[in-house]
Protein backbone atom coordinates (compact mmCIF):
# COMPACT_ATOMS: atom_id res chain seq x y z
CA UNK A 1 0.00 0.00 0.00
CA UNK A 2 0.56 3.42 -0.60
CA UNK A 3 3.24 5.04 2.16
CA UNK A 4 1.14 8.38 3.33
CA UNK A 5 3.97 10.94 4.41
CA UNK A 6 3.88 14.25 4.52
CA UNK A 7 5.11 16.09 1.46
CA UNK A 8 3.50 18.70 -0.15
CA UNK A 9 4.70 21.72 -2.54
CA UNK A 10 4.02 24.88 -0.04
CA UNK A 11 3.99 28.45 -0.63
CA UNK A 12 6.08 30.65 1.18
CA UNK A 13 5.08 29.72 4.90
CA UNK A 14 1.44 28.03 3.99
CA UNK A 15 0.86 24.42 3.39
CA UNK A 16 -1.52 23.50 0.99
CA UNK A 17 -4.46 21.58 2.20
CA UNK A 18 -5.04 19.84 -0.75
CA UNK A 19 -1.73 17.70 -0.46
CA UNK A 20 -2.78 16.62 2.90
CA UNK A 21 -4.64 12.85 3.35
CA UNK A 22 -7.38 13.00 6.19
CA UNK A 23 -4.90 11.50 9.16
CA UNK A 24 -2.70 13.91 7.88
CA UNK A 25 -5.17 16.73 8.20
CA UNK A 26 -5.83 15.63 11.62
CA UNK A 27 -2.68 15.34 12.79
CA UNK A 28 -1.58 19.02 11.56
CA UNK A 29 -4.80 19.97 13.22
CA UNK A 30 -3.54 18.68 16.49
CA UNK A 31 -0.27 19.52 16.38
CA UNK A 32 -1.79 23.03 16.32
CA UNK A 33 -3.56 22.67 19.74
CA UNK A 34 -6.85 21.95 17.56
CA UNK A 35 -9.16 19.18 18.23
CA UNK A 36 -8.44 16.49 15.58
CA UNK A 37 -12.21 16.07 14.61
CA UNK A 38 -12.03 19.05 12.96
CA UNK A 39 -10.15 18.24 9.84
CA UNK A 40 -13.94 16.03 8.92
CA UNK A 41 -15.04 19.71 8.58
CA UNK A 42 -12.49 20.95 6.66
CA UNK A 43 -12.81 17.94 4.00
CA UNK A 44 -16.33 18.54 3.74
CA UNK A 45 -15.74 22.18 2.63
CA UNK A 46 -13.22 21.58 0.79
CA UNK A 47 -14.38 18.59 -1.17
CA UNK A 48 -18.06 18.54 -0.73
CA UNK A 49 -18.77 22.37 -0.77
CA UNK A 50 -15.89 22.86 -2.82
CA UNK A 51 -14.97 26.42 -1.09
CA UNK A 52 -11.57 28.37 -1.73
CA UNK A 53 -12.19 30.83 0.73
CA UNK A 54 -11.74 29.56 5.25
CA UNK A 55 -13.69 32.71 6.09
CA UNK A 56 -17.15 30.25 4.58
CA UNK A 57 -15.97 27.43 6.90
CA UNK A 58 -19.22 28.72 9.13
CA UNK A 59 -19.09 25.77 11.28
CA UNK A 60 -15.64 26.43 12.27
CA UNK A 61 -14.74 28.72 15.16
CA UNK A 62 -13.40 32.19 14.38
CA UNK A 63 -10.04 31.22 15.63
CA UNK A 64 -9.43 28.55 13.69
CA UNK A 65 -10.52 30.03 10.45
CA UNK A 66 -7.73 32.72 11.27
CA UNK A 67 -5.19 30.31 11.68
CA UNK A 68 -6.00 28.45 8.45
CA UNK A 69 -5.80 31.25 6.46
CA UNK A 70 -2.43 32.20 8.50
CA UNK A 71 -0.94 28.96 7.65
CA UNK A 72 -2.55 27.51 4.69
CA UNK A 73 -4.31 27.55 1.47
CA UNK A 74 -6.30 25.60 -0.57
CA UNK A 75 -4.39 25.12 -3.66
CA UNK A 76 -1.36 26.88 -5.93
CA UNK A 77 -2.02 26.51 -9.16
CA UNK A 78 -3.72 29.59 -11.44
CA UNK A 79 -5.11 29.35 -15.06
CA UNK A 80 -3.27 31.43 -16.77
CA UNK A 81 -5.58 30.61 -20.19
CA UNK A 82 -8.37 27.95 -21.34
CA UNK A 83 -9.60 26.89 -24.60
CA UNK A 84 -13.28 25.17 -25.23
CA UNK A 85 -13.97 23.65 -28.58
CA UNK A 86 -16.96 24.22 -30.62
CA UNK A 87 -19.39 22.15 -29.23
CA UNK A 88 -18.89 23.15 -25.79
CA UNK A 89 -17.71 19.36 -24.55
CA UNK A 90 -14.28 19.91 -24.02
CA UNK A 91 -12.49 22.57 -22.12
CA UNK A 92 -8.62 22.57 -22.04
CA UNK A 93 -6.83 24.71 -19.10
CA UNK A 94 -3.18 25.87 -18.94
CA UNK A 95 -2.31 25.96 -15.14
CA UNK A 96 0.70 28.71 -13.71
CA UNK A 97 2.45 26.82 -10.56
CA UNK A 98 3.54 28.62 -7.20
CA UNK A 99 7.27 28.31 -9.17
CA UNK A 100 5.77 29.94 -12.60
CA UNK A 101 5.72 25.91 -14.34
CA UNK A 102 3.15 25.66 -16.39
CA UNK A 103 1.10 22.32 -17.02
CA UNK A 104 -2.09 21.61 -18.78
CA UNK A 105 -5.51 19.55 -17.91
CA UNK A 106 -8.60 18.60 -19.77
CA UNK A 107 -12.34 18.39 -19.01
CA UNK A 108 -14.60 16.32 -21.61
CA UNK A 109 -18.18 16.00 -21.39
CA UNK A 110 -19.76 12.94 -22.86
CA UNK A 111 -23.47 12.38 -23.73
CA UNK A 112 -25.20 9.03 -22.38
CA UNK A 113 -24.39 6.30 -25.46
CA UNK A 114 -24.58 2.41 -26.01
CA UNK A 115 -20.90 2.74 -24.57
CA UNK A 116 -21.66 4.35 -21.17
CA UNK A 117 -23.85 7.17 -19.16
CA UNK A 118 -23.31 10.48 -19.50
CA UNK A 119 -19.42 11.75 -18.25
CA UNK A 120 -17.80 14.65 -16.97
CA UNK A 121 -14.14 12.99 -16.94
CA UNK A 122 -10.86 15.27 -16.15
CA UNK A 123 -7.44 14.46 -18.09
CA UNK A 124 -4.74 15.78 -15.45
CA UNK A 125 -1.24 15.83 -15.56
CA UNK A 126 1.25 14.36 -13.12
CA UNK A 127 4.19 16.15 -14.19
CA UNK A 128 5.71 18.95 -14.99
CA UNK A 129 7.06 18.15 -19.06
CA UNK A 130 8.00 14.38 -18.95
CA UNK A 131 11.27 12.27 -18.96
CA UNK A 132 10.49 9.20 -21.69
CA UNK A 133 10.03 11.20 -24.89
CA UNK A 134 7.25 9.65 -26.88
CA UNK A 135 8.42 10.82 -30.14
CA UNK A 136 3.95 11.52 -30.76
CA UNK A 137 3.82 13.64 -27.76
CA UNK A 138 3.80 16.64 -27.65
CA UNK A 139 5.02 16.73 -23.87
CA UNK A 140 7.56 13.95 -24.84
CA UNK A 141 9.47 16.72 -26.32
CA UNK A 142 9.59 19.28 -23.66
CA UNK A 143 11.77 17.20 -21.16
CA UNK A 144 11.18 16.84 -17.37
CA UNK A 145 10.65 19.86 -15.58
CA UNK A 146 9.62 18.12 -12.15
CA UNK A 147 6.98 15.78 -10.69
CA UNK A 148 3.86 17.41 -8.91
CA UNK A 149 2.61 17.51 -5.85
CA UNK A 150 -0.60 15.56 -4.24
CA UNK A 151 -1.87 18.68 -4.43
CA UNK A 152 -1.40 20.01 -7.54
CA UNK A 153 -2.68 17.24 -8.94
CA UNK A 154 -5.86 17.09 -6.88
CA UNK A 155 -6.22 20.65 -7.73
CA UNK A 156 -6.44 20.02 -11.44
CA UNK A 157 -9.53 17.73 -10.90
CA UNK A 158 -11.20 20.65 -7.76
CA UNK A 159 -10.77 23.46 -10.64
CA UNK A 160 -13.48 21.65 -12.92
CA UNK A 161 -15.39 20.40 -10.60
CA UNK A 162 -16.23 23.99 -9.04
CA UNK A 163 -16.88 25.33 -12.88
CA UNK A 164 -19.66 22.07 -13.23
CA UNK A 165 -21.11 23.13 -9.64
CA UNK A 166 -21.65 25.95 -10.62
CA UNK A 167 -22.65 25.85 -14.15
CA UNK A 168 -23.86 22.59 -14.68
CA UNK A 169 -23.39 21.02 -18.16
CA UNK A 170 -26.90 19.94 -20.39
CA UNK A 171 -26.20 16.87 -21.39
CA UNK A 172 -28.08 16.14 -24.30
CA UNK A 173 -31.19 13.55 -23.33
CA UNK A 174 -30.33 13.34 -20.28
CA UNK A 175 -30.36 15.33 -16.68
CA UNK A 176 -27.94 18.06 -16.10
CA UNK A 177 -24.51 16.87 -14.73
CA UNK A 178 -22.87 18.74 -12.19
CA UNK A 179 -20.31 16.90 -11.14
CA UNK A 180 -17.00 14.85 -11.82
CA UNK A 181 -17.56 11.38 -12.84
CA UNK A 182 -13.69 10.41 -14.06
CA UNK A 183 -10.30 11.10 -13.64
CA UNK A 184 -7.75 9.92 -15.71
CA UNK A 185 -4.15 10.60 -15.55
CA UNK A 186 -3.13 10.82 -19.23
CA UNK A 187 -2.27 14.33 -19.29
CA UNK A 188 1.62 15.95 -18.79
CA UNK A 189 3.61 13.61 -17.43
CA UNK A 190 4.50 9.66 -16.65
CA UNK A 191 2.46 9.01 -13.60
CA UNK A 192 4.15 6.28 -12.53
CA UNK A 193 7.22 7.93 -12.20
CA UNK A 194 5.60 10.24 -9.85
CA UNK A 195 3.97 7.25 -8.01
CA UNK A 196 3.99 8.75 -4.64
CA UNK A 197 2.15 11.86 -5.28
CA UNK A 198 -0.22 10.24 -8.14
CA UNK A 199 -1.36 7.49 -5.48
CA UNK A 200 -1.37 10.01 -2.88
CA UNK A 201 -3.84 12.46 -4.58
CA UNK A 202 -5.96 9.27 -5.99
CA UNK A 203 -6.38 8.12 -2.31
CA UNK A 204 -7.59 11.91 -1.09
CA UNK A 205 -10.07 12.13 -3.98
CA UNK A 206 -10.97 8.92 -3.33
CA UNK A 207 -12.17 9.43 0.31
CA UNK A 208 -15.66 9.12 1.47
CA UNK A 209 -15.51 12.08 3.92
CA UNK A 210 -14.34 14.14 1.00
CA UNK A 211 -14.75 14.22 -2.70
CA UNK A 212 -15.74 10.37 -2.65
CA UNK A 213 -15.37 9.26 -6.06
CA UNK A 214 -14.97 5.09 -6.12
CA UNK A 215 -12.01 3.19 -7.37
CA UNK A 216 -12.94 2.19 -10.86
CA UNK A 217 -13.73 5.81 -11.49
CA UNK A 218 -9.68 6.66 -11.79
CA UNK A 219 -7.70 5.07 -14.86
CA UNK A 220 -3.94 5.66 -14.69
CA UNK A 221 -2.00 5.79 -18.28
CA UNK A 222 1.43 4.80 -18.41
CA UNK A 223 4.04 4.49 -21.17
CA UNK A 224 5.13 0.89 -19.61
CA UNK A 225 6.76 1.53 -16.03
CA UNK A 226 7.28 -1.81 -15.61
CA UNK A 227 7.83 -1.39 -11.91
CA UNK A 228 5.18 0.46 -10.96
CA UNK A 229 2.80 -1.35 -13.05
CA UNK A 230 4.00 -4.40 -10.48
CA UNK A 231 3.83 -2.53 -7.53
CA UNK A 232 -0.02 -0.88 -8.72
CA UNK A 233 -0.71 -4.77 -8.87
CA UNK A 234 -0.51 -4.53 -5.04
CA UNK A 235 -2.53 -1.43 -4.32
CA UNK A 236 -5.59 -2.30 -2.45
CA UNK A 237 -7.13 0.96 -4.18
CA UNK A 238 -9.06 -1.25 -7.43
CA UNK A 239 -7.71 2.17 -10.07
CA UNK A 240 -8.20 1.30 -14.38
CA UNK A 241 -4.93 0.84 -15.45
CA UNK A 242 -4.31 1.50 -19.00
CA UNK A 243 -0.82 0.79 -20.74
CA UNK A 244 0.55 2.72 -23.88
CA UNK A 245 1.48 0.17 -26.41
CA UNK A 246 1.82 1.64 -29.85
CA UNK A 247 3.32 -0.79 -31.63
CA UNK A 248 3.49 -4.65 -32.25
CA UNK A 249 6.93 -5.70 -31.75
CA UNK A 250 9.86 -3.72 -30.22
CA UNK A 251 11.65 -2.81 -33.49
CA UNK A 252 9.11 -0.66 -34.42
CA UNK A 253 8.23 0.46 -30.34
CA UNK A 254 11.76 1.63 -30.03
CA UNK A 255 11.24 4.46 -32.74
CA UNK A 256 8.35 5.90 -30.96
CA UNK A 257 9.01 5.19 -27.46
CA UNK A 258 12.59 5.13 -25.64
CA UNK A 259 11.36 3.70 -22.73
CA UNK A 260 11.26 0.21 -24.66
CA UNK A 261 14.93 0.00 -24.97
CA UNK A 262 14.65 -0.36 -20.89
CA UNK A 263 11.39 -2.81 -20.98
CA UNK A 264 10.43 -3.80 -23.84
CA UNK A 265 7.44 -5.83 -24.91
CA UNK A 266 8.17 -9.18 -23.32
CA UNK A 267 9.00 -7.63 -19.37
CA UNK A 268 6.08 -5.16 -20.36
CA UNK A 269 3.69 -7.84 -21.10
CA UNK A 270 4.75 -10.54 -18.50
CA UNK A 271 4.01 -7.33 -16.09
CA UNK A 272 0.71 -6.98 -17.59
CA UNK A 273 0.15 -10.60 -17.03
CA UNK A 274 1.22 -10.57 -12.93
CA UNK A 275 -0.97 -7.38 -13.02
CA UNK A 276 -3.95 -9.69 -14.40
CA UNK A 277 -3.36 -12.43 -12.20
CA UNK A 278 -3.41 -10.57 -9.27
CA UNK A 279 -6.00 -7.85 -9.73
CA UNK A 280 -8.12 -9.78 -11.96
CA UNK A 281 -8.72 -6.78 -13.66
CA UNK A 282 -9.30 -6.10 -17.27
CA UNK A 283 -5.97 -3.96 -18.73
CA UNK A 284 -6.62 -1.07 -21.88
CA UNK A 285 -3.71 -1.16 -24.27
CA UNK A 286 -3.51 2.08 -25.88
CA UNK A 287 -2.55 2.26 -29.90
CA UNK A 288 -2.15 5.33 -31.11
CA UNK A 289 -2.61 4.65 -35.09
CA UNK A 290 0.16 6.79 -37.29
CA UNK A 291 -0.78 6.59 -40.97
CA UNK A 292 1.82 4.27 -42.90
CA UNK A 293 3.82 2.93 -39.87
CA UNK A 294 1.68 1.17 -37.63
CA UNK A 295 -1.64 0.53 -39.09
CA UNK A 296 -1.48 -2.18 -41.40
CA UNK A 297 -3.25 -5.28 -41.08
CA UNK A 298 -0.46 -7.25 -40.72
CA UNK A 299 0.20 -5.00 -37.52
CA UNK A 300 -2.95 -6.02 -36.21
CA UNK A 301 -2.90 -9.38 -36.87
CA UNK A 302 0.75 -8.93 -34.47
CA UNK A 303 -0.66 -7.09 -32.17
CA UNK A 304 -3.48 -9.34 -31.67
CA UNK A 305 -0.73 -12.52 -31.14
CA UNK A 306 0.79 -10.48 -29.03
CA UNK A 307 -1.97 -10.27 -26.49
CA UNK A 308 -3.37 -13.87 -26.97
CA UNK A 309 -1.85 -14.98 -23.90
CA UNK A 310 -3.99 -12.32 -21.44
CA UNK A 311 -7.05 -13.50 -22.89
CA UNK A 312 -10.15 -11.44 -22.13
CA UNK A 313 -8.44 -9.38 -19.82
CA UNK A 314 -7.04 -7.19 -22.88
CA UNK A 315 -8.76 -4.37 -24.04
CA UNK A 316 -7.49 -2.21 -27.18
CA UNK A 317 -8.52 1.07 -27.64
CA UNK A 318 -7.00 2.26 -30.97
CA UNK A 319 -6.26 5.99 -31.08
CA UNK A 320 -5.91 8.21 -34.16
CA UNK A 321 -2.93 10.55 -33.91
CA UNK A 322 -3.57 13.76 -32.99
CA UNK A 323 -1.59 16.49 -35.82
CA UNK A 324 1.72 17.20 -34.19
CA UNK A 325 4.92 19.03 -34.72
CA UNK A 326 6.42 15.36 -35.61
CA UNK A 327 4.25 14.92 -38.57
CA UNK A 328 2.40 12.28 -37.87
CA UNK A 329 -1.08 12.26 -39.69
CA UNK A 330 -4.03 10.32 -38.53
CA UNK A 331 -5.32 6.61 -40.83
CA UNK A 332 -8.02 7.13 -42.78
CA UNK A 333 -11.70 5.83 -41.45
CA UNK A 334 -11.08 2.98 -43.66
CA UNK A 335 -8.06 1.74 -42.40
CA UNK A 336 -8.87 1.79 -38.69
CA UNK A 337 -12.40 -0.29 -39.66
CA UNK A 338 -10.00 -2.57 -41.07
CA UNK A 339 -7.59 -2.75 -38.38
CA UNK A 340 -10.18 -3.23 -36.02
CA UNK A 341 -12.16 -6.00 -37.83
CA UNK A 342 -8.55 -8.15 -37.66
CA UNK A 343 -8.30 -7.25 -33.99
CA UNK A 344 -12.43 -8.80 -33.51
CA UNK A 345 -11.85 -11.55 -35.69
CA UNK A 346 -8.83 -12.89 -33.27
CA UNK A 347 -11.01 -12.00 -30.26
CA UNK A 348 -9.87 -8.96 -29.06
CA UNK A 349 -11.53 -6.40 -27.87
CA UNK A 350 -10.98 -2.84 -29.13
CA UNK A 351 -12.69 0.73 -29.25
CA UNK A 352 -11.48 3.87 -31.70
CA UNK A 353 -11.05 6.94 -29.13
CA UNK A 354 -13.72 9.53 -29.60
CA UNK A 355 -11.13 12.09 -30.63
CA UNK A 356 -12.38 15.18 -28.38
CA UNK A 357 -11.18 18.88 -28.93
CA UNK A 358 -9.31 18.30 -32.24
CA UNK A 359 -10.14 22.17 -32.89
CA UNK A 360 -9.04 23.37 -29.88
CA UNK A 361 -5.51 20.87 -29.69
CA UNK A 362 -7.00 19.22 -26.96
CA UNK A 363 -3.56 16.67 -27.04
CA UNK A 364 -1.63 16.94 -23.68
CA UNK A 365 0.99 19.58 -24.25
CA UNK A 366 -0.31 21.38 -27.35
CA UNK A 367 -1.87 24.10 -25.17
CA UNK A 368 1.67 24.35 -23.30
CA UNK A 369 3.68 24.48 -26.44
CA UNK A 370 1.28 27.36 -28.05
CA UNK A 371 2.07 29.35 -24.72
CA UNK A 372 5.74 29.07 -24.63
CA UNK A 373 5.91 30.03 -28.66
CA UNK A 374 3.67 33.37 -27.89
CA UNK A 375 6.21 34.05 -24.90
CA UNK A 376 9.53 33.77 -27.50
CA UNK A 377 7.59 35.91 -29.99
CA UNK A 378 7.05 38.39 -27.42
CA UNK A 379 10.31 38.01 -26.25
CA UNK A 380 11.83 39.06 -29.74
CA UNK A 381 9.43 41.77 -29.88
CA UNK A 382 10.55 43.42 -26.72
CA UNK A 383 13.98 42.92 -27.83
CA UNK A 384 13.70 44.97 -30.69
Known amino acids: M ?4 EASIQTQTKIDLLSLTLPELAQWLEDRGEPPFRAHQIYEWIYR ?58 LMLYPQSTEGRTRASVCVSTQAGCAFGCTFCA ?19 LFFARQ ?25 GEPLHNYENSLKALYILHNPH ?33 VSLHAPNDTMRGLT ?4 RKYPLEKLLAACQTYVQRTGRQLTFEYVLLAGINDAPEHAQELAQRLRPLHQFAHVNLIPVNATAAGYRPP ?4 IRA ?31 QESQEQASRAITTRR
Open 339 to 369: FRDILSRAGVSNSVRAERGDDIDAACGQLYV
Open 2 to 5: IKIA
Open 332 to 335: RPEV
Open 139 to 157: TGRMGFGRHLSAGEIVAQV
Open 49 to 106: HLVTDFALMTNLPRTLRELLATEAQIGTTTMRRETRSKDGRTHKVLLELADGRLIESV
Open 210 to 242: GFGLGARHFTISTAGLVPGILRLSEEPLQVNLA
Open 257 to 260: MPIN
Open 164 to 188: LRAQPWKAPHGPALDRITNVVLMGM
